[in-house]
């Protein structure tokens, strides 16, 4: 990963609480897969999230004066909670996936991820790119602490373990060997492994 061009520091008088900076990433993968077969790997973004754990987030839609629709949500980025509208993105299937977000009153402003494969002669090509606007000094620290830089390379490593997982038979991909399942949850979940098991319908 790499960065952008710092910008300036806004007005004078302005100080660092308006620095702005854009933070450039980007990564390639080579799998020995055809395009076809990673495209719903990377197409599955709620199962990435899920992987980076990224928490699941809130969409409101609001009408503005002017009768357009606004998606506005919140959620998570690392520790730092941020607010955002969401944008139209772009999506070509077996081939690109575009997120665009305007973020407000938080450490980012802009942010434009494209995730996109290209077909090679042995398998395919991810090229994962992302440009995002820090803002103030928490844009600033979450930049240089590289807390931005990670987010981007967990996702990397999702798509690497469920590219790698396509391959092996009776597996569900991105499944955990930790037990997920605690509380009442656990509770109803043995009940009901209980009842089946001693139903001769369950079938073993």
Known sequence: ???????????????????????????ERHYDKP??????????TARVNELVGFVPYRVE????????????????LGPLRVTWEEGFGEWQDNRRITKLRHF?????????????????T??????????IECVGVLGFLARYSGIIGAEGRKRI??????????????????ESSDDQVTGGARRRLD???????????SHG
């Open 61 to 76: 839609e609001k009408p503005d004066a002017r009768g357009r629709v606004r998606r506005l949500a919140k959620g998570k």
């Open 122 to 131: 042995n398998g395919s090509r991810l090229i994962f790119s992302a440009e």
């Open 35 to 44: 395009v076809e077969a990673v495209w719903p790997l990377i197409a599955d």
């Open 157 to 174: 490593r999702a798509v690497d373990r469920l590219v790698g997982e396509s391959d092996m038979p009776d597996r569900m991909l991105g």
């Open 1 to 27: 990963d790499h960065g952008g061009g710092a910008g300036a520091a806004g007005k004078a008088g302005g100080g660092i609480g308006r620095l702005r900076s854009i933070f450039r990433y980007r990564e």
């Open 104 to 120: 407000t009153g938080g450490p980012l402003g802009r942010f434009y991820v494209v995730a996109e494969l290209v077909p090679e």
């Open 191 to 201: 009940e009901l492994a209980a009842l089946l098991a001693h139903d001769p319908a």
